[in-house]
C-alpha cells in the first residue's frame, strides 16, 4: 500500500533522517569513546570532522587538478584520514595530556580552544566561503528505482546515500570487531570501565589512549566525509553545527556505549527530520528553523531523567 | 592625527568596558560558585535584543516603537536575562562541569535560533539596526522632540546645536557611562565577596559535602550565583548592542568571539578576582584590536610588496589567524600561567578552617 | 630464613606532602601467607601501594628478589611479577570473565589459553561463568576474578587488599580457603585485611600496623593467641 503518504514519509523524511542519523552515529562514536576513556567532552569533535572533509576535498581537487583523473570521496578519504589521525595524536599530546591529572574543566577549555583553534586554521587555509564537494545534483539509483517500483513501494534514493548506510554498517561491524576480538580493544573497554584497575593490572594505558585517538579520528573522519557527499559542499561551520546533535546521540545512548552512540545518533537524525513532517495539519510540526533544538531538547531531557543514557553507560 | 588616537583609546575603554562587565558576571559564576557557563552569547543575546526591542523606533520589520527610556531598557534586559537564567539553572544547575557545559552551549545556540526565526518580532537573520546609543541618542529627532529634551529647546534649536558638534562628541559620555557602570558592578561584587553570601559561596566551592551537612542549601545559592552572574552578562548584551547599533542572530553572537574571549580574558585576568577579570578583559581587547591593526598593516605592507597578491581573501583570513593565535593564547595561558595575573582572592570560609 | 621475595625497608611514604608510612619495614618469603592487620587509618592499605609505585617514597626501599624497585610505575611493577587486587573496583565490570582474566595477563600475553585453563581448574565457579559479565556476579564471585585476573601473570607474589571486605561468612571462607590453594601453587601471597582472626588463623606471619609503623610481628598462631592483640581487635571480626 504504497499511498502517497508512505512515498512522501519514507523517501523525503525518514531516510534524510536515517541518513542523518548515521552521519550523528558515527559522530557520536567517537565522542562517547573519547568521553568514557580520556574522561572529557572533546568540543573539538566536530571541528576535526571538517578538518576531515576539507581534506578528503583537497586530495580529490589534487588528483584531479594536477594528476589529471577524478578519484571518488571514499578513497579521497583514505590519505586524509591518516593526516586527521596525526592531528587528533598531535592534538592530544601538546594540548590535553598536561591536564590528564588535572581537573576537567581544564582539559575541556583546552578542547574549546582547540575547536577555535582548529576552525581558524580551516578559515585561513580553505577561506571562509562555501566549497563545492560533489558538483550536480544526485539523482535516485536506477537500479533501485526500478526495482522497488515493480513492487510498488517507489524508493527514490541516490547514490551518495547508499554508499552512507553501507559504509556505516560497514564501520559499525569493524568496531564490533575490533572492540569484541582484539585485544586493545578489549583493552579499551577496561580502561573505559576504570582506569585505575586497568592501570593497576599493567595495562598499556597510554597505548590506549593512543588507540582510541586513531579510532575517534577514523570515526570523525568518516562522519565528516559522509556529511559532505550529503550535502555536497563544504563549509566552516559544518563542524559545530553537528557537535550538539553528537553530543545528544552520545548521551542519549549512554556514554561508553558505542552502540548506544549508533543508537542515539539514529534516533535524533530521526527526530530532527520527522519533526518538520506535517504531522498534524498541513504545516511541518516543528519549524524547520528549529530542527537543531529537537536534538537539545532530547538531551536535556535525558540529562534530567536517565543521565545514565539508554545503554546504562556512565553518568559520573 | 592626535584626536585620532584619543578616540581610539575612547573605544578601546569603551569595548573592553563591555568586555569587563561580561568578565565580571562570568566571575560570578565560575569565580564564586564554580559553575562553568560556555553559553555566555546566550544571555548577551537576551539582554541585547530585549534592549533593542523595547528601545528602537517602531518598524515594519520588527517590534519596536515602544518609546521606553534607554536606562530602563537597560534594566528589563538585565531582569529578562536574570529570568532566563533562572528556568536554565533550575534545570541544569546540577549537572558536572562537561555536561554543564555541553548545556550551556546548546541553550545559547536554542536561543539564537529564536531570535533567528521569530522573525515577526525580531526582523530574523536580517537583524535589528539604528538601536539607540546612549547619550548619541539625544541627537535624534525622536529624541529631543520629546521628553525631557523638549522642556529645554525646540526641535529646531537642538537640531541646529547637535550639528554643531563633531560626530563624536558622544564618544567621552558613552565610554564614561560604561565605565561607570562597570565601576558600579565591581564595587557591588566585591561587597558581596566579602559578605556572608560570598563566605557562603567560597565554603560550597571548597567542601560542598560539609556545606550540605551543616544545613546550606547549595542548590539555591549556586541558582542565584548563575542568575547574578547572568543578569550582569545580560546589561553588558545591552551596552553591546548600543555599542554595535545593529545586531543579527549568527555573526554578533559568534560563540567564538563572545563567549571564548570573555573566558580568555578571564583566566589570563585571574578567575576568582574581580579586578582580574577587568584586567584581562582590558588586556585582552587591547590585543585583540591591535593586532587587527598590526596584521592589516602587514598584509597592506605586503600587498605593497608583491603586486597583485588578492587583497579582499588575505584580508579576511587575516581575520581567522588572529583568532586562530588568541586560541593557542589560552592553550598557552591554560598550560603555564592558570592562575592568570592575579590571584584568586577569597574571603575566609566562615568556619574559619578549610 | 630465606631470602625474602619481597621487601619494605623503612619505608617513609605518603601522598604529596602528608606522610602516612613512618619507618615502616616488612618482608614476604617464598612459600608463606602473611598477614597485614592493624586499626582503620593504620596505613595498612597504603603499605601494599607503596609497592605498586602509587605513592610517594621519599626514605627507604622497596626490594623484589633483592633488586629495587622504589617508586617503580604500577605496569613495570607488575611486569616484574607483582599482582595486586585492590579493595574496591577490582574486576572491569563490563567485561566477560574471560575478557577480565585476558586483561589480566595483559603484561604476559603468551600461552593465555593454557593459563586460562588453570584459572578454571582453581576457581571452578568462574568456569561455569565465563561469559558472564563481571559485574552481574555476586560479591564473592567478583573477588574470585578480581583474584584470578591477578594470578595471570605468572605472579612471583599476590597483594590482596582487604579481600573480604563486605563479603558473607559462605564466601569469606572459601577466599581464605582459595589464598591456601594459591600458596600451595608456589606464590606467596600478603594480605591486607580487617579481619583480622581468620586472616591470622591461615597465615604463616602477621604484622600488625599502627599509625603507619609496625608494632608487633610473629608467627600467625603467636599472635592470635596474644592477649594484647586481642584486646586491641575485640575478636578481629565485624
Not at chain 3, 617464598?30 to 602509587?54: F, Q
Amino acid at each position: 500500500m504504497w499511498n502517497s503518504f508512505g512515498f512522501e514519509f519514507i523517501n523525503f523524511y525518514f531516510i534524510p533522517g536515517l541518513v542523518l542519523g548515521c552521519i550523528y552515529a558515527l559522530g557520536a562514536i567517537g565522542i562517547t569513546l573519547t568521553f568514557s576513556i580520556l574522561r572529557f567532552a572533546n568540543f573539538a569533535h566536530g571541528e576535526t570532522m571538517m578538518t576531515g572533509a576539507y581534506l578528503t576535498w583537497t586530495v580529490m581537487a589534487i588528483c584531479s587538478g594536477v594528476l589529471g583523473f577524478a578519484v571518488h570521496p571514499l578513497v579521497a578519504a583514505v590519505p586524509a584520514t591518516l593526516l586527521v589521525v596525526l592531528l587528533f595524536l598531535v592534538t592530544d599530546r601538546y594540548f590535553y595530556k598536561p591536564f590528564r591529572q588535572a581537573d576537567t574543566i581544564k582539559v575541556v577549555m583546552a578542547s574549546f580552544g582547540m575547536m577555535l583553534i582548529i576552525r581558524s586554521a580551516v578559515q585561513v587555509i580553505w577561506g571562509p566561503n562555501q566549497l563545492t564537494f560533489v558538483p550536480g545534483i544526485a539523482k535516485p539509483n536506477a537500479y533501485l528505482k526500478d526495482w522497488s517500483g515493480s513492487i510498488d513501494f517507489l524508493l527514490l534514493i541516490p547514490n551518495k546515500h547508499l554508499f552512507i548506510f553501507v559504509g556505516t554498517i560497514a564501520f559499525m561491524m569493524a568496531l564490533s570487531y575490533l572492540l569484541n576480538k582484539t585485544r586493545i580493544g578489549k583493552a579499551m573497554r577496561a580502561v573505559s570501565d576504570s582506569p585505575d584497575l586497568a592501570h593497576v593490572t599493567g595495562i598499556n594505558v597510554d597505548q590506549v589512549i593512543r588507540a582510541t585517538w586513531i579510532v575517534g579520528g577514523a570515526c570523525a573522519m568518516a562522519a565528516g566525509v559522509f556529511l559532505a557527499m550529503d550535502i555536497q559542499m563544504l563549509e566552516t561551520t559544518m563542524g559545530f553545527r553537528m557537535l550538539l546533535p553528537m553530543f545528544a546521540a552520545a548521551i542519549l545512548g549512554g556514554i561508553g556505549k558505542p552502540y548506544g552512540a549508533v543508537l542515539g545518533g539514529l534516533v535524533i537524525g530521526l527526530a530532527e527530520e520527522l519533526s518538520a513532517y506535517p504531522w498534524i495539519g498541513d504545516g511541518p510540526l516543528l519549524s524547520p528553523g528549529y530542527k537543531t533544538g529537537v536534538a537539545f531538547a532530547i538531551m536535556v531531557v535525558m540529562l534530567i531523567v536517565r543521565p545514565q543514557g539508554l545503554f546504562k553507560g556512565r553518568s559520573f | 592625527m592626535d584626536f585620532g588616537i584619543l578616540l581610539y583609546v575612547l573605544s578601546l575603554l569603551t569595548v573592553g568596558g563591555i568586555y569587563a562587565i561580561f568578565a565580571l558576571g562570568l566571575n560570578v559564576q565560575w569565580g564564586f560558585a564554580g559553575l562553568f557557563n560556555v553559553g555566555i552569547v546566550g544571555f548577551a543575546a537576551v539582554g541585547a535584543y530585549t534592549y533593542a526591542l523595547l528601545t528602537t523606533a517602531g518598524s515594519t520589520y520588527h517590534l519596536g516603537g515602544f518609546g521606553f527610556p534607554l536606562p530602563f531598557g537597560m534594566l528589563v534586559a538585565m531582569i529578562t536575562a536574570a529570568i532566563v537564567a533562572g528556568l536554565i539553572g533550575l534545570i541544569c544547575i546540577r549537572l558536572r562541569s562537561d555536561y554543564l557545559a555541553i548545556a550551556t552551549i546548546g541553550i545559547a545556540e536554542i536561543i539564537k535560533l529564536i531570535f533567528k526565526n521569530e522573525t515577526e518580532i525580531t526582523n530574523g537573520p536580517r537583524g535589528i539596526n539604528k538601536i539607540p546609543r546612549f547619550w548619541e541618542h539625544f541627537s535624534e529627532e525622536r529624541f529631543y522632540s520629546s521628553w525631557p529634551l523638549s522642556w529645554f529647546g525646540t526641535p529646531e534649536a537642538w537640531d541646529a546645536f547637535f550639528n554643531s558638534l563633531p560626530n563624536w562628541w558622544w564618544q567621552p559620555f558613552f565610554a564614561s557611562t560604561v565605565l561607570l557602570i562597570m565601576y558600579v558592578i565591581y564595587r557591588m561584587l566585591e561587597r558581596a565577596r566579602i559578605a556572608p553570601w560570598g563566605r557562603m559561596m567560597t565554603a560550597i566551592r571548597e567542601n560542598e559535602p560539609a556545606a550540605r551537612a551543616s544545613g546550606k542549601n547549595v542548590t539555591a545559592r549556586r541558582i542565584e550565583a548563575f542568575v547574578i552572574g547572568a543578569a550582569i552578562m545580560g546589561l553588558a548584551g545591552a551596552l553591546f548592542a548600543q555599542h554595535l547599533r545593529l545586531i543579527e542572530p549568527t555573526n554578533t553572537f559568534d560563540p567564538a568571539k563572545v563567549t571564548f574571549l570573555v573566558w580568555v580574558m578571564l583566566i589570563l585576568g585571574g578567575s576568582g578576582n574581580n579586578r582580574g577579570a577587568m584586567l584581562g578583559a582590558f588586556l585582552i581587547w587591547t590585543i585583540w584590536s591591535a593586532s587587527e591593526l598590526i596584521i592589516t598593516g602587514a598584509i597592506d605592507l605586503l600587498i605593497d610588496i608583491f603586486d597583485g597578491v588578492d587583497m579582499g581573501s588575505l584580508r579576511t583570513r587575516a581575520g581567522f589567524l588572529r583568532m586562530m593565535l588568541i586560541g593557542l593564547l589560552l592553550q598557552v595561558i591554560l598550560q603555564k600561567f592558570p592562575r592568570g595575573i592575579l590571584p584568586e582572592v577569597r574571603p575566609a570560609s566562615p568556619k574559619g578552617i578549610k | 630464613m630465606s631470602k625474602p621475595i619481597l621487601s619494605l625497608n623503612s619505608l617513609r611514604a605518603g601522598y604529596g606532602q602528608t606522610e602516612i608510612l613512618h619507618d615502616l619495614s616488612m618482608f614476604v618469603q617464598p612459600n608463606e601467607i602473611v598477614a597485614v592487620i592493624g586499626p582503620n587509618g593504620a596505613g595498612k592499605s597504603t603499605a601494599i601501594k607503596s609497592v605498586l609505585g602509587l605513592l610517594n617514597i621519599s626514605q627507604g626501599s622497596v626490594e623484589l628478589h633483592g633488586e629495587v624497585i622504589t617508586n617503580t610505575p604500577a605496569a613495570k611493577v607488575v611486569e616484574l611479577g607483582i599482582s595486586y587486587v585492590p579493595q574496591n573496583q577490582n574486576v572491569f565490570v563490563n567485561l566477560s570473565v574471560k575478557e577480565n582474566l585476558e586483561m589480566g595477563a595483559w603484561t604476559r600475553p603468551i600461552g593465555i589459553p593454557e593459563r586460562l585453563n588453570d584459572m578454571y581448574a582453581l576457581f571452578p565457579d568462574l568456569a561455569e561463568k565465563r561469559n558472564q559479565t563481571a559485574g552481574s556476579l555476586s560479591g564473592g564471585q567478583r573477588q574470585m576474578v578480581a583474584m584470578a585476573k591477578a594470578l595471570m601473570v605468572d605472579a612471583k607474589i599476590l597483594l590482596l587488599d582487604e579481600p573480604t571486605a563486605g563479603l558473607s561468612p559462605k564466601y569469606r571462607s572459601e577466599i581464605f580457603e582459595t589464598i591456601q590453594k594459591i600458596k600451595n601453587t608456589g606464590v606467596p601471597v600478603l594480605i591486607v585485611e580487617q579481619n583480622a582472626k581468620q586472616a591470622l588463623a591461615v597465615s604463616d606471619r602477621g604484622y600488625v600496623l599502627v599509625d603507619g609503623a609496625n608494632r608487633h610481628t610473629g608467627t600467625g598462631v603467636d599472635l592470635l593467641a596474644d592477649r594484647e592483640i586481642a584486646r586491641m581487635f575485640l575478636g578481629g571480626g565485624h
